[in-house]
Nanobody, 115 residues
Framework: QVQLVESGGGLVQPGGSLGLSCAAS????????MGWYRQAPGKEREWIAT???????IYRDSVKGRFTISRDNAKNMVYLQMNSLKLEDTAVYYC?????????WGQGTQVTVSS
């Protein structure tokens, strides 16, 4: 059973930065694409970014140039560095396998952007 644990969220002012981490266990981590997703209050969960097994990175337009996804296969970790945060980035952030064979969702980590 794959388990995902996100961490690193918090309260930040507009324009600030946060780094999120995701620890994955129970899967052949290095062979699967991994992604970050988020769900804002009253909205559906949306995809933000993917990093393939080979390291190719893909981003949602609204976060391009501000967010950076990375992975450490040796540690089974995925990261999301978020810079220039905006009010509309407020959401619960999740990581998961970035294909149809998703793992059970973790608890997520809350990111609140507020002045």
């Amino acid at each position: 059973q794959v388990q995902l644990v996100e961490s690193g969220g918090g309260l930040v002012q507009p324009g600030g930065s946060l780094g999120l981490s995701c620890a994955a266990s129970g899967t052949i981590f290095s062979t699967v694409p991994m992604g970050w997703y988020r769900q804002a209050p009253g909205k559906e969960r949306e995809w933000i970014a993917t990093i393939t097994a080979g390291g190719t990175k893909i981003y949602r337009d609204s976060v391009k140039g501000r967010f950076t996804i990375s992975r450490d296969n040796a540690k089974n970790m995925v990261y999301l560095q978020m810079n220039s945060l905006k009010l509309e980035d407020t959401a619960v952030y999740y990581c998961n396998i970035a294909n149809a064979n998703k793992a059970p969702w973790g608890q997520g980590t809350q990111v609140t952007v507020s002045s």
